[in-house]
């Protein structure tokens, strides 16, 4: 019985450092933050990639009658 309340101790220790290094981690928040930062950024192509792309189409159209 002994022998099983020291691996238990053991066992709770390594637990318990695990659990508290993955508390401190800050991995995950940075994650969220870049997966914002990313959504951002693609919003933003779309949006002037739609506005520009509009009025791009008439010279476009120009040029392949032109040919």
Do not use: C, N, W
């Amino acid at each position: 019985m002994k022998g099983l309340k020291s691996h238990v101790r053991a066992f709770s220790s390594r637990l318990g450092k695990f659990l508290g290094a993955a508390v401190d981690s800050e991995t995950g928040a940075s994650a969220v933050e870049y997966s914002i930062l990313v959504v951002f950024i693609a919003t933003a192509i779309v949006a002037i990639v739609g506005i520009l792309g509009l009025q791009l189409v008439p010279g476009f159209q120009q040029v392949v009658a032109g040919l």
